[in-house]
């Protein structure tokens, strides 16, 4: 896992959380927010997953390439 993975995670948690407190107290905005957030944090996720796949790329490229 990488930073942005775990970001993206932490994002899309606080975000359920915030959603759930705003459907609780009754507020929209909060329910908003919270949305928001959720996004924002599977975005980065997804971010993280992709350079997780360039990383692994790379490795199996260098690998391959060092062979004789």
């Given at each position: 896992?990488n930073k ?65």
């Amino acid at each position: 896992m990488n930073k942005n993975q775990v970001n993206g995670a932490l994002k899309d948690l606080a975000g359920k959380v915030q959603e759930e407190a705003g459907k609780l107290v009754g507020s929209r905005a909060q329910q908003a927010k919270g949305l928001q957030k959720q996004v924002a944090g599977k975005a980065e996720e997804r971010l993280g997953d992709a350079k997780e796949v360039v990383r692994e790329a790379r490795e199996t490229v260098k690998a391959v390439s060092s062979k004789p």
